[in-house]
């Protein structure tokens, strides 16, 4: 117990010079990174909130990292078809005939207004 504390706990670090740690893992970021591109992994989940068969909140999550040859590889794709991540891709089918649709029926609307005008008695007479 009369040993002085720097005797028990051995040689303190120099701060003069670079301190040693233990040798870097097998491979560098580098190294990970391409590896990861080259096999690629793909994180994909759906959460959904229903109360009594009522869909409320909708949440999808897709995580791709990988190349994109890599991607096309494994089948996936889906950024090429889907509208919101590509602009060039045409509107969903549904959208469009809603659209003209409503067009068609605003149309109606307005024939059958002007149709009944005359029809309808003024108040003057």
């Given at each position: 117990?009369?040993?002085?504390?720097?005797?028990?706990?051995?040689?303190?670090?120099?701060?003069?010079?670079?301190?040693?740690?233990?040798?870097?893992?097998?491979?560098?970021?580098?190294?990970?990174?391409?590896?990861?591109?080259?096999?690629?992994?793909v994180?994909?989940?759906?959460?959904?909130?229903n109360?009594?068969?009522i869909?409320?909140?909708?949440?999808?999550?897709?995580?791709l990292?990988?190349?994109?040859?890599?991607?096309k590889?494994?089948?996936?794709?889906?950024?090429?078809?889907?509208?919101?991540?590509?602009?060039?891709?045409?509107?969903?089918?549904?959208?469009?005939?809603?659209r003209?649709l409503?067009?068609?029926?605003?149309?109606l609307?307005?024939?059958?207004?002007?149709?009944d005008?005359?029809?309808?008695?003024?108040?003057?007479?």
């Amino acid at each position: 117990m009369t040993d002085p504390l720097a005797s028990r706990l051995g040689p303190l670090p120099s701060r003069a010079g670079p301190a040693s740690y233990p040798p870097a893992s097998s491979g560098s970021l580098a190294d990970i990174l391409e590896r990861v591109l080259d096999k690629g992994i793909v994180i994909a989940g759906d959460i959904r909130i229903n109360l009594l068969d009522i869909e409320l909140l909708t949440v999808k999550l897709r995580i791709l990292i990988a190349s994109v040859d890599k991607a096309k590889e494994m089948g996936i794709d889906w950024w090429e078809h889907d509208p919101s991540l590509s602009s060039g891709h045409a509107r969903d089918p549904l959208e469009q005939e809603n659209r003209r649709l409503r067009a068609e029926l605003e149309e109606l609307r307005r024939e059958r207004t002007d149709a009944d005008a005359p029809r309808r008695p003024s108040r003057d007479a």
